[in-house]
């Protein structure tokens, strides 16, 4: 799995660091009690858990997109990837210029069938030099 790193730790065991996925937000609220936070200010609020959640993820989300973006790229058969989030999702705008795409404007788009929002239009090049 990319990103994991096993080790062998001291006494002998296998530890294994694993990247946040997007259904690890449990993980965030189990901890976030006071005996937990006393020494960082206390709990935080359900927001503040999910704006922290959504920037640990986001590094897997920057990364998935460059993955897909050198697969594409490796593929040969496009000049252009586009991704179409919609026009209020901030985190993905985010990953998308983190990525290295560029945003064209805003464009109405079908996803899922029959059902058109307006989303950005994000486009990186795919051939050298793009």
């Known amino acids: 799995m990319d990103g994991v790193d096993e080790r062998i730790a ?3 065991e296998q530890v294994c660091l694993v990247p946040r996925a997007e259904g690890d937000l449990w ?3 189990r901890t976030n009690g006071p005996e937990a936070t006393a020494h960082l200010g206390g709990p935080e609020s ?3 858990l999910l704006t922290r959640h959504r920037r640990y ?3 897997l989300a920057l990364r998935a997109a460059r993955a897909v973006s050198e697969a594409a790229r490796a593929a040969g058969s496009h000049r252009y990837l586009h991704a179409f989030p919609g026009v209020d999702h901030v985190a993905s705008d985010a990953v998308c210029r983190g990525a290295g795409f560029t945003p064209l404007g805003q464009v109405d ?3 899922p069938k029959g059902h058109w929002i307006r989303s950005n239009d994000w486009r990186v090049g795919l051939e050298t030099g793009d």
Request: avoid cysteine; charge should be negative.
């Open 27 to 29: 993980l965030l609220r």
């Open 109 to 111: 788009f079908e996803y």
């Open 10 to 12: 001291a006494g002998g």
């Open 57 to 59: 993820v986001r590094g």
């Open 46 to 48: 359900e927001d503040q």
